[in-house]
Structure formats: C-alpha cells, structure tokens
C-alpha cells in the first residue's frame, strides 16, 4: 500500500465526522489524492487495518507537541524586535501559508477549465501572479488551456516576475472578489522567475514544454538557458541516491514504471534495476521486452507521473533530490 491508500483505509475506520475534521486541513491536491484512493478502496483485510494503525501509533509516539502557537509566537517577537512595519516584511515570507489570499484559495479549489475560462479575460500580468501562487502542477493544467499567444505571454511575464508587493496583491484580490465573490486581506508575498517557469513546465506535455521554450528563447537565449537548467527531468534521476530511489519504486506501480523505463536510457534502467530486489528487476526487464512499441504521448505521460510523485515524496520530507552537487532542488 502506498501512502494515499494507507491514509484512505484511516480515514474510513475513523468514520464521517472524524475524518471530516481531518481532512479540513489538507490541502486540495491532497485532498483529491486521498479521495480517489478512498473510492478505490472496495474490500480491506483485517491485517491490512491492523498494519496501518500500528504504523500510526508508531508515528504519533515520536511527536511531540509544542506548548504554545509558535506562529503566534513568532509574530509576537518579531513586532516587538522589529516593529510592525519590518516584522510585517518578514511574517510575509515565512508565514505567508496562514495569511493567504481568500480569492487565490478559492481557484486553488477550481479545475483547470474552470480558472482559465475565468482568467482568459484579465490581463496576462493578472494571470502571471495568480498562476505562480497556485501548485505548480495546477498553474500547468491551466496554462495548456490558454491560447498559445496568451500563455507565451504569461510564461515571460512569470519568468521576468519579482516579489509582489503587498498593494499589487490587494488589487489583485479585488479583481478574485469580482470573479468569485469572496474577500479577505492579503500580506504573502510570492516570487516568480526563471525557477517557477521551471517548476510548472515540468507538469507540462512535451509539446507545450517546447512551444514555451522556444518563446522564450526568441525573447532571451540566456532566459531559456536558465529555465532548461532548472527543469527536472526523468533522466534526472540517475543524481538520487539509491536509498532515495528505493523509496520512489516503492510508490510507483509496476504498470507506470515499465512504460516510464520505455523511454529510459539503458544508464537509468540499470539504475533502477539495482535498486529493486533481483525477482523484480528481471520480471521489469521481461514486462519490458514483451510490451513492444509505446507511444512517445504515453511514455512522457507515465515519467511526468513519476516526476510528479518524486516531487512530493520530496515536499514531504521522505526524500531528497539533489542536482549533481548542488543543494535540494526540488
């Protein structure tokens, strides 16, 4: 079982209201994550309840909770360090999480159709600050609903965006009231740049990931540069380690990863073939030679997947991915 599923069988033995009162703070990918698992989940074994409560009783016994709000806390000493107007500055950046903008959090909600027939109207700097304050992979769903023109335009201005100053988000959350009637004070702060640009191509279909680069290439050839090296790609992997690597095959299905390795340098290949026990590996190298031609749509689709959950084993904590000798990049 992987972790959605674990969590889904957790949620179901806590019943409606107590899973309800959990799964408020989650986030909305998480959320559709553990419910997809949850209607998948049609029959559960006994042993399969008892390993997932014991493995959160193991977890919960090395928390330890703290005996104040520590955001509370720390917004208290910087005010009283620093005063209202240089604390406010840097509560912006390292508690941005708590004072988010009510219009933003509502798209955050949305499908992909949905935000880019709402967003196709505003102006493509509107669309570039409210894309780089959604998840990355949403912001890409979006940007391939958006005309070719439009979204080359909103890629250049992401790219070539700065920290947003606290006035240009109240207006920008005037312009979310008018679209969906909520309302709220805002305060975070959120940087775009060559990087984000990165991050949201990596969700993105090759064609669109090449159409993007070569916009920005007749714009700057050093901005292309930048945003090409800052891109994580499937044959990225052979930089993690193998401890690392182990904990990422153990989360993908052998369905995805066999059509991913479709696509695999023979260099990648031996390096998962390594990391798997020696019955899984040779039944991956016969699954591979007895699945014969695959559609290049399908393999990239299958190593996006991946990429995808490598990136949030990675959010999480559970793995680090390093470039070479660089520090973490995802």
Not at 9 to 28: C, R, T
Not at 39 to 60: F, P, R, T, W, Y
Request: aromatic share 4%.
């Amino acid at each position: 079982m992987d972790g959605a599923q674990k969590s889904a069988i957790l949620m179901l033995m806590l019943g409606q209201e107590d899973a309800a009162k959990v799964i408020k703070f989650l986030s909305p990918k998480e959320v559709q994550r553990l419910g997809e698992a949850m209607a998948g989940l049609k029959s559960v074994l006994h042993e399969q309840m008892e390993s997932v409560v014991h493995e959160l009783h193991d977890q919960v016994q090395g928390l330890v909770t703290m005996p104040v709000d520590s955001d509370d806390f720390i917004r208290t000493v910087l005010t009283q360090a620093l005063g209202d107007d240089k604390a406010s500055s840097v509560l912006s950046r390292i508690l941005g999480r708590s004072n988010d903008i009510s219009g933003i959090e509502s798209l955050k909600w949305m499908d992909a159709v949905s935000v880019a027939e709402l967003a196709s109207q505003e102006h493509p700097q509107i669309i570039a600050t409210i894309l780089v304050h959604l998840e990355r992979s949403h912001a890409s769903e979006i940007l391939a609903h958006l005309s070719d023109r439009l979204r080359n335009d909103v890629i250049l201005r992401i790219a070539t965006l700065e920290s947003i100053q606290p006035v240009a988000l109240r207006e920008l959350n005037d312009v979310m009231t008018k679209l969906l009637t909520s309302g709220g004070g805002v305060s975070k702060s959120q940087k775009g740049g060559t990087k984000a640009v990165a991050e949201i191509l990596n969700f993105a279909p090759g064609e669109m990931e090449n159409s993007v680069i070569a916009h920005l290439k007749a714009f700057s050839e050093n901005m292309a540069q930048t945003v090409i090296d800052q891109m994580f790609v499937f044959e990225n992997l052979l930089n993690i380690d193998d401890r690392n690597l182990q904990t990422i095959i153990r989360e993908v299905s052998p369905e995805v990863l066999v059509v991913a390795m479709k696509g695999a340098t023979d260099e990648l290949r031996t390096k998962f073939f390594k990391n798997m026990s020696q019955r899984a590996a040779q039944g991956m190298r016969d699954d591979l030679e007895s699945l014969g031609p695959v559609r290049l749509a399908d393999v990239e689709e299958k190593q996006r997947e991946i990429l995808k959950l490598t990136r949030m084993l990675a959010d999480e904590g559970r793995i680090t991915i390093t470039r070479g000798a660089e520090e973490t990049y995802v």
